[in-house]
């Protein structure tokens, strides 16, 4: 693939390393490409970060045809950039894209684009402890009409944005609403896909958890509302008498890069994991006799997430004492130093540039 590059006339000054936050900051460039019905993609260009011109009718504004993705950038002690398994990011773009009538990007195509923007950006890439350079690529409908159907024309695009450490105040556990009342997905709807709707049906959950003083939200299934689903945007494992346990793949879960991960790392370590349908008062029956030992989130931006503290509207666990389980902070250990290359890398997940 041919990438045309357009300079920026200025740099912008670096953002203090120290304050970061998630998001907020972004770098000079972006990676920009377009698709046309009868032409495929065509014209991949990086070019200064700026606004785009989208026409008021165009299709995204509407009808919320879109899909993204997130992983991370780590600058290894040698100084050289690592990502973590960022192939499967994009063959769940493509998946994601699937469910969504977006047409597919090549897999190998977009991580060339991508490379090319981060050796760009190389300066970008920020070096103090916990922070990292976060990427995210998406695909929207751009077509300029108001029909509910497909779009003939979608733009894909890489933005880049320096993240400061997740745990800026230490490695600690969170308290989690469980959902009751709204969901996040249903069978045979978009749970399984990384779609920009299933984040704007989530957001007045997560706001009215954060009013009752919980971080986030533990969703259950959307039929009957009993059985475990997925924490905000992690994977939720459970550590009950020894076994790791996870909610099984049922479609309306995000299968996440995180949690096959973690899957495989206690595999390794000799650890029963199962993945099954889990109902959320075997979890509390569990509590009740001491019998869980830990509960986690699992994603991208925090890498592990411990759970303190479980809540319904009537029942309230505390887990593992309020306290970090052993097993998420050796889970968190181990991962981030695969991540940013302090440990050998067994199983061949990290890409070095
Ligand atoms: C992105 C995401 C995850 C975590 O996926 P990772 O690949 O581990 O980052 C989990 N659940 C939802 C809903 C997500 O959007």
């Known amino acids: 693939m041919n990438i045309t590059i357009i300079k920026a006339k200025s740099l912008k000054e670096k953002p203090d390393p120290k304050a970061l936050g998630f998001g907020k900051h972004f770098t000079d460039y972006m990676f920009e490409m377009d698709y046309f019905d009868g032409k495929g993609w065509i014209n991949p260009t990086i070019k200064p970060y700026e606004p785009l011109e989208l026409h008021p009718s165009s299709l995204i504004l509407h009808y919320g045809q879109a899909v993204f993705e997130g992983l991370k950038a780590y600058k290894s002690q040698e100084g050289k950039t690592l990502l973590f398994r960022p192939e499967q990011n994009f063959e769940r773009l493509n998946i994601s894209s699937d469910r969504m009538c977006i047409p597919e990007i090549n897999v190998n195509d977009a991580m060339d684009a991508m490379y090319k923007l981060l050796e760009i950006e190389n300066d970008w890439i920020p070096t103090f402890e916990g922070t990292s350079l976060y990427i995210r690529p998406f695909i929207f409908a751009n077509e300029n009409a108001l029909g509910v159907s497909t779009s003939a024309h979608f733009k894909f695009m890489i933005i880049l944005t320096p993240v400061g450490a997740y745990y800026s105040e230490g490695f600690s556990p969170v308290k989690i609403y469980v959902e009751q009342k709204y969901v996040r997905a249903v069978p045979g709807g978009v749970g399984m896909a990384k779609t920009a709707g299933n984040y704007a049906a ?30 905000g945007t992690m994977n939720v494992f459970f550590k009950v008498n020894g076994e790791v346990i996870t909610p099984e793949l049922n479609g309306s879960i995000l299968s996440g890069i995180t949690r096959n991960s973690v899957i495989q790392l206690l595999k390794s370590e000799g650890y029963k994991v199962t993945e099954r349908r889990i109902e959320l008062k075997e979890i509390f029956d569990a509590a009740d006799k001491g019998e869980l030992d830990e509960v986690f989130g699992t994603g991208t931006a925090a890498v592990i997430s411990p759970v303190g503290e479980l809540a319904t509207d009537d029942k309230k666990i505390t887990i593992s004492d309020g306290k970090v389980g052993k097993l998420s902070q050796w889970l968190y250990n181990e991962l981030t130093d695969i991540q940013n290359g302090i440990k050998p890398d067994k199983f061949g997940w990290v890409k070095t540039l």
């Open 202 to 231: 989530s957001i007045k959950a997560q706001y009215e958890a954060k009013k009752k003083g919980y971080s986030q939200v533990l969703w259950l299934d959307g039929c009957e509302h009993k059985y475990v689903e997925e924490v």
